[in-house]
């Protein structure tokens, strides 16, 4: 690049104005990139919801209360899907965290020598990276076989509870929200542990000092102190549970009807929803399903938002 | 201060560990519960892991690689269409995502680090990496298929991209934020203008991190149904260009799963197997990589 600038004194050079400009083209050059990913997610809720906008005036505020599906009849209301997303992720959760921050306990405390213990938490990281299809696949043939005489136990022998009121006819919610517990215990475990690591060394070592036992200081110490993270790895879980697709479109049995509180019936989630219709759907239901899927894109914003606020609010500040 | 009266403690002799103290049982009780627990996270890794093996091998062979998936009913056949899909997908995703990506984790690590703007990017990018796939499936349907009319592989590269953008983004970032500042200070010392320093001194340094990243989003990416279920979507066929239905391995998975003839669903534990042992390779390989960079 030719420089016009006077050499003779060293503390007199400077960049020629075009290798200035390029310099800072490069500069707002890389913002620029940076706010258009940004941009992105808002890019995402737009587009979704202009193609929602159709049903949005035809259904309203009403589609989410009213729980019949009906492509022949033109009638589209979520209630069904949205409670099966809300159910089977409960399940998830519920399975879940305790198992989750127990498996975050045992590798973040000194039970077993790191030699061992690295690659255990190696491992269960590995679960969540098995994809979602290939759970789908195992929970049919596997799955769902083993689980089918525990929900004909728990129809014949607690019936009477609206929980267990119908056969199990194989798939069903309670196979879909025992197969997002097993996708999500990694990321709550993963989170939970680098919460409890994070926590001061002079923490553990008062309670020790004060004469608490290894799980004093778990229960009355460590939990509390990574509570924040804890909570954000369990919304981040709740968020993942909730938009998962292909595990629970195979294994929930898609029935676009609900009539019982029982988790053994078969049910759908707004996720199997779209799953199931997209690709021959035409007209309003596009519309509709697009509708649906910006239910579901706000359900995870929120989650997800509070998560971020939660872990930066509440984190140990170090 | 008088020394503690350790003869009038609640319980005489507490220094001693007794095994039958509430206490100790109470810590022993929850020191089996927890192993318990972690057995447990363990057992479905282990499961699916064993019956994808056993099940999938059979199959393993030079026909499954490289010929079109049987018609309904009969015997033999492969996935090699949806292997090559899967492959083209993933590449039109990589070739959208990775530039970005790092372009973007250039900013947020070179430029905007602590600025306001980057606090914003970074909280965009972590809220895009939590929205649900599925609903990306939907955004690329949008904006490709109904744009083109067609299910493509293009449509599904762009899905996939959106999806591995986050990843891209956040590790790029973090591998450039750990080149050491004496790199950046060294290099504008000599004179160099931050374009050169970032881009002669700074990249190269955070290569290989990055490239672990882009390999981790990669493999993800393959294994990704939802998003290619409807963009993408599925093909018997060989593919001739880009703008055309288009099979993948994932997409075939979740067909076959649901098929009831018996030579298709060995094909999908087949398909699976590919899938897992991609993914599994790569992120056994990206976790030797960081080790050895950590010593």
Redesign the interface.
Known sequence: MASTTDHSSPMNRK?SAT?RS??NG??W???A????????????AL??GT?ALPAIQKFGLGFLVSNRWSVIDGAFGALTQIYGTLVTSFIALLIAV???V??A???SED?LPPRIKQP?V??????A??????????G???LIPFLRPVGIWLNANLGWIPLFSTAPAGPGIYAAGLVLA?MI??II?AISRDAMVAVPAELRQAAYGLGA????T?FQILLPAGFSGIAGGVM?AL??A?????AV??LIGNSNTIDSFSILSQGSTV?SL??NQ??EAGGLQVSA??YA?LV??GL??V???L??IVVRRFSLKL | MPAPDFATARRPGSLNRSPTSPRTLFASAMTVLSVLFTLLALIPLVAVLVYVVVNGLPRLDIAAFTQLPPAPGLRGGGFGNALLGTLLTVAIAAAISIPFGVVAAIYLSEFGRDTRLAEWVNFFTNVLSGVPSIVIGAFAYAVVVLTTGTFSAVAGGVALAILMLPTIVRTAAEALEAVPNDFRQAAIGLGATRMQTTLKIVLPAAVPAILTGIMLAIARAAGETAPVLFTASFSRYWNTTVWQPTATLSRLVFDFATAPYASQQQLAWTASLVLVALVLVTSILARLVTQRRRK
């Open positions: 960049r290798a390029i310099d490069f500069v050059g890389t913002a990139v940076a706010i258009a990913v940004g941009l992105l997610l808002v890019a995402i587009r979704v193609d305790p198992i989750g127990g498996v306990i045992f590798l039970f255990i190696f491992l269960v990281e590995l679960l990276a098995i994809p979602s299809v290939v759970y789908g696949l195992w049919i043939f596997v097993i215990l990694p475990a036992t290894r799980w004093e778990i981040l968020g993942r909730m938009g998962e697709t292909m479109t195979m996720s779209l799953a997209f690709a399903l697009m899927a579901l894109f995870t914003l989650v997800n938002v998560a971020e």
